[in-house]
């Protein structure tokens, strides 16, 4: 098609996959979009830009950057330009992450109950037991329905070649989830005739699929099951999320003073009296869950509440100890995971990873670290990470100290050229690097995930950090129907 106006001052790198543009112009899943927006004014688009600024502002649509100086809370950055994904495209995606959870969650119940995996030699002992997210509170503890990571958030990114990588899991308590909804509905606020034009499948089932599940694992007979979203509080980074998500599911967002355990049984205060609570769709982490049992000075958690799960009298999503399969070294084993539980190859790749903890692969990484992303194993949020073509000498110097005082706490993994979408920057259309978090929801029903996810930007020219924590902010993400 033909390059329309609003797109010819837009300049796709070289060596990097952008998501707009092939070599032949415009790529066929875009060129409905590109036809529906050729159309409008300068001074439209920039309309469009500032109500959704005015809106997301109005709206309280925040996150906490807790290292920023200038202030707690953050509005959430976002660009009104989607990212757009074909059907072909999202299924191998979907089937993909399916896939990797599946094998994930396999491997979950059997590090803390038989570990086969370790038995027949395929993941190193000392590698599990030297995880600080491996939980020996957990062995032998069965969990409903044997599902431990019932909400992942999949982080994939694109390479020069378009090929599609998993760069992390993060199984622990991903957030994003409320930004891919309130996205959505921006599009639709500033684009009302777009979605349905460009045969957009819908993201609006999430909560209600969240909710189901959640539902699914009470163990208690009942046709009403008590649900709760315990959340540390509204300091925590993604607060904004956890009230957004207990609004839409109808269920009550409570902190730990709200909980009281009595006789291995968790009750929600309220007005009426003490309430039986049977599913915690919990957001605090391991350690901070129960003072009684794991950090004695949190106040974040509930004490008693770990043996009240442990006894099966309360379901708690994500199951406690999944951080062990959250590891950045235990990441790169997931292949062989898939090949050793599933008896399949992996759909989606992994990026390559280096243990630092081997001395070989130590060797090779200091030799080449300005193409190399150094990574701490049990960060996230995009803290803990240098990227050896943007360090200095004085960083690299810091981190090669770093990893030789505790080789464990680090792995390497090559640089990845992140592909560009268009991006709608100081009224013009700019590439920006991108990365994908589609979200999977797995309930006793099975896996399901509603075809979209969370497009991260790393809005400063250059950046490979997408991370919101970091600066980066977000788009729609339009999965296309077939």
């Known amino acids: 098609m033909t390059i329309p106006k609003i797109l010819e001052s837009y300049n796709p790198q070289e060596d990097i996959w952008d998501e707009l543009m092939g070599e032949d ?3 066929p899943i875009y060129e409905q979009f590109v ?8 001074e439209e688009m920039e309309g469009k830009d500032d109500l959704a600024k005015k809106l997301f502002m109005t709206q309280g ?3 906490t950057v807790y290292s920023d100086r200038e202030g707690v809370e953050k509005i959430f950055p976002f660009d009104i330009i989607p990212r757009v994904i074909s059907s072909e495209e999202w299924s191998v995606i979907e089937t993909g992450i399916k896939q990797r959870l599946k094998a994930l969650n396999i491997f979950l119940k059997d590090i803390y109950h038989q570990q086969f995996i370790i038995k027949d030699g395929i993941i190193p002992l000392k590698l599990i037991y030297s995880c600080p997210l491996f939980l020996r509170e957990m062995m032998y503890v069965d969990v409903p329905f044997d599902i431990y990571s019932h909400i992942a958030g999949i982080d994939l990114v694109r390479d020069a070649d378009g090929s599609f990588y998993v760069l992390e899991d993060n199984l622990r308590t991903p957030s994003g989830v409320s930004y891919m909804l309130e996205n959505r509905s921006m599009t639709v606020r500033i684009f009302p005739d777009l979605i349905p034009k460009n045969n957009v499948r819908s993201v609006i089932e999430y909560p209600s699929f969240l909710l189901k599940n959640l539902l699914g694992l009470a163990n208690r007979q009942t046709s009403n099951p008590t649900v709760v979203l315990l959340t540390p509080g509204v300091y925590n980074s993604a607060y904004f999320e956890h009230t957004t998500l207990a609004r839409l599911m109808g269920i009550e967002l409570v902190e730990r003073r709200d909980l009281v355990v009595e006789n291995h049984h968790v009750y929600m205060k309220t007005t009426a009296g003490l309430k039986k609570v049977d599913v915690i769709y919990r957001r605090v982490d391991d350690d901070f869950m129960d003072p009684l049992v794991f950090r004695p000075d949190s106040i974040l958690g509930v004490p008693g509440i770990y043996w009240a799960y442990r006894k099966g009298n309360v379901a708690i999503v994500n199951a406690m100890g999944n951080g062990v399969a959250d590891d950045k070294v235990v990441y790169a084993y997931v292949p062989e995971m898939i090949r050793y539980y599933l008896n399949e190859e992996p759909i989606l790749k992994n990026v390559p990873t280096y243990a630092l ?3 070989e692969n130590r060797s090779m990484v200091f030799a080449n670290m300005d193409k190399m992303v150094i990574k701490k194993t ?9 990227i050896g073509n943007k360090a200095s000498e004085e960083e690299m110097e810091t981190y090669k100290k770093a990893i030789l005082e505790d080789p464990r706490s680090f792995i390497a993994q090559p640089i990845i050229n992140l592909s560009t979408s268009p991006c709608y920057i100081d009224g013009k259309m700019q590439p920006r690097r991108v990365d994908l978090r589609p979200f999977a929801l797995y309930g006793p029903d099975g896996i399901s995930i509603v075809p979209g996810g969370l497009t991260r930007v790393a809005l400063k020219e250059g950046s490979l950090v997408v991370n919101s924590s970091q600066g980066g902010g977000s788009k729609d993400t339009w999965v296309l129907g077939s």
């Open 25 to 27: 112009g415009v790529r």
């Open 35 to 42: 036809r529906s927006i050729e159309g409008i004014s300068h």
């Open 61 to 63: 649509i925040t996150f």
């Open 357 to 359: 903890d081997v001395p």
């Open 378 to 386: 049990n960060e996230s949020g995009g803290y803990g990470m240098l």
